[in-house]
């Protein structure tokens, strides 16, 4: 290795790496003996605009799985949390289907048939046209260029499994920043806390819908439980999300109480929530919520149970008229 100066700087610098590199030996060799007892990451080669906000510096430290293969503007420590979101969310749906994300909480969601593209990108923006300007669009398909020329309002950053050369020539011309999802990653939520880190895993419940009360929903319906439950997954706790005809049309989340998550949930929905599929990201602890949901028209429902009040809530939704459907395990998102 040819070194063109031999400074007190230089050697510094050769030695921080080095033991960063056999750190990280250590790491993985201790793990092949007892799995999961040692993290160590590297810084990556991948300089981020800027922290949370403009006057916080931020690093990326681990092989991150994508790569970014167009970007006007730096890419932003906000701008790699929005894309995993969005990411994670899309990547769960078995359809073909797009998800909008702003500040890591999906904004829209739509699912449809894989020769109309365009067409699902479209509902996905419109689902929430007014959240999803500057926000993060993630498809789990191959973008094209028929799908890019559609696009119609400013996004931050586009994340896919892989583009067309044309899309890619389409959108090297625009400020959006372009993310390639290289691999298959393991998927885990963290959070530093009390000066320590606190690691996750992130999955959603294996398992079927179990219908509880009323009869069965048709296959179309029994689609819009699951694509608002798989969104509910990304969603800020507590949350509701409804979805109709492979849309959401309502999504509220972040919010202490779910029957003010319903509200919120109900009032974008309108007049779409009538004959609606919702879903809730935990259990109902009364039927406020439910009621909620109710009045403006939801029909179908799907929640996990646990609660000390599931059959008070149960024979609400009889009492409504609602078909409820218990969800293999909650999908809390803090």
Sequence with gaps: MALESDDI???KR???L???FTSQYDSLRANQ???NISLSFQQANLDLRYGENPHERAWIYGN???ELLSEKKKISFNNVLDAEAAWFVVNDLTEPAAVVVKHQSPCGAAIGDVMEKPKIVAKA???DRESSYGGILAVNFELDEKTVGTIDTYLEVIVAPSYTEKALEILSNKRTRVIKVKKNFVALAGKFAFGSLLVSERKLPS???VLRVGESANDERLKDLKLAYTVAEGVKSNTIVIAKDGVTVGIGGGQPSRKRAAWIATSLAGEKARGAAAASDAFFPFSDGLETLARAGVKYVVAPLGSIRDEEVLNKAMDLGITFYEAPGRVFRH
Excluded: K, N, S, W
Aim: hydrophobic share 55%; net charge negative.
């Design 9 to 11: 700087e230089t050697r």
């Design 14 to 16: 050769l030695a921080a």
């Design 18 to 20: 080095t033991f960063a």
């Design 33 to 35: 003996f007892m799995p």
């Design 64 to 66: 991150h799985a994508f």
């Design 125 to 127: 923006i419109d689902a």
């Design 207 to 209: 398992g079927p819908f």
